[in-house]
């Protein structure tokens, strides 16, 4: 089966919702608490500049998403414009970031669910991880997301959009009610003033603290463009906005977070404030008893919301790279009556229990997730504007201003991509790295045909990827780094070399008739008659 049998049944709307309810998963239960502890006050800025930098970059992927309405968009478009090699890179790094966001949503829900007042919910998390029955639990939520995917598009469209409208009713009372039951306005310039810890702190606070993980689920409108109904109008307004709304949700949950903790906490340091269920514990202990329900209720409903969402993205993420040719072809089967990739749900379910087992608590796992995402977005950037200087490509969507939105988005993911701090982004390079395995196996049943020029396509995103490993290592210690290329002088270098790196990119791509191999000719021919060009 082909991607003929897939069902174009989303509106824009459900589109829309998918984003939204991407977005807004565990991250806003406990990003706020996580931003604090390392900005202070000041990660209210770290939301502002992390939604900034993601409509930047979703800017970039909303055009490709119309130009390539594709199921499991994401890891295509730098296939289609480099070539296999680069393909595989960047569809490995998106993969593993939202592959390993399944049991993370689990994870929050159970975690939340150790503040229940009973003693059997209190033995479910430890503070630092899950114990086994914590485990168990949330293995079952993993399987209950899988089987809202199993059975048909529809269902998961229907399942989602209802649930993310309970989340967005949720987060927004628990603002009005923590405002209006203990608000200390000296919170935000005491204690160390407004940013304790420096700007350091908050561009950190962007890159390791749940800022990027949340947003993002920007994603999952793009990877579910091939079962659209109007890619070209949905697209970019299911995008755009989804990132603008759950911004602005975001930083009015941090607001009300920074003034809800009791003056004799903050004066602690906000380094210092731990919590197992963040909102729910303030609405706890403000004796806000309807809004700590209302909380441990919501606590399986947004991060399950975005598990749904998740194991149907990476489903189709999975299906995209086996069109591109790096994985086996029983991930291209979909049912024809359904309408979803059966095996593909399976092999996500299977790797989500894996992570779940190596990483037993949300905020470990949510660091190493941003970075990989971030390593996935520097390609979207220069394929958008490969892909646009080519006659073939179809464009029916053109975002004004992209000759200056892309290049910015690429430096902003790349300064991000350096806040994340060493040596976590030497880590998360290596987990790329591991990839390489099965890109050379595939390589080898084709004969090894073509390698050389797929790899001189793939130079610049080699040498992209030592470079921020080498000035991570080297950079600042603010961010962890030897000191050795002072504050300032670093992210002055990573924004000049980030755009040779994109302009080495551009002039890297392969001309299209070499790109159209195997999937990439027949697919190209497809999804050009799709619109118009302008």
Known sequence: MSEKNVKKELGTFALL?????TIIGS????????AASVAGPAAIIAWILGMIATVFIGLTYAELGTMFPQTGGMVRYAQHSHGPFVGFLSGWANWIAIVSVIPVEAVASVQYMSSW???????????????????ILAGALIIVYFLLNFWTVRLFATANSAITVFKLVVPLLTVLGLIAAGFHTENFTSHGGFAPYG???VLTAVATSGVVFAFNGFQSPVNLAGEAKNPNRSIPIAVVGSILMAGGVYVLLQIAFIGAVSP???????????????????????NLNWLALLLFADAFVSPSGAGVTNTATTARMVYGMKENG????VFGVIHP????????????????????FLFRGWGSLAEVISVATLISYATGPVAVMVLRQRDTANRPIRVKGMGAIAPVAFILASLILYWATWPLTGKVVLIMVLGLPIYLYYQSKE?????????????WLIGYLAFMVLISCLGSERFGGLNLIPYGADMVLIAALALVFYFWGIKSARPFDSVREGEGAERADRVVVIGFRQ
């Open 17 to 21: 919702m998918t984003g939204l309810g």
């Open 27 to 34: 991250g806003w239960l406990f990003g706020a608490w996580k």
């Open 117 to 135: 007042p009973w003693d059997w919910a209190g033995r479910l998390y430890d503070g630092k991880e899950l114990s086994s029955a914590g485990l």
């Open 199 to 201: 700007w350091s702190g």
């Open 264 to 286: 004799e906490q903050a004066a602690k340091g906000w380094s210092g404030i731990h919590f197992n269920s963040p909102f729910a514990d303030l609405a706890i202990a403000l």
């Open 326 to 329: 790096h994985m086996p072809k």
């Open 337 to 356: 009556i359904y309408g979803v990739p059966r095996a593909a749900l399976c092999l996500n379910l299977a790797v989500a229990f894996v992570f779940l």
């Open 447 to 459: 004969g090894w045909a073509d390698f050389i020029p797929r790899l001189k396509a793939g130079l």
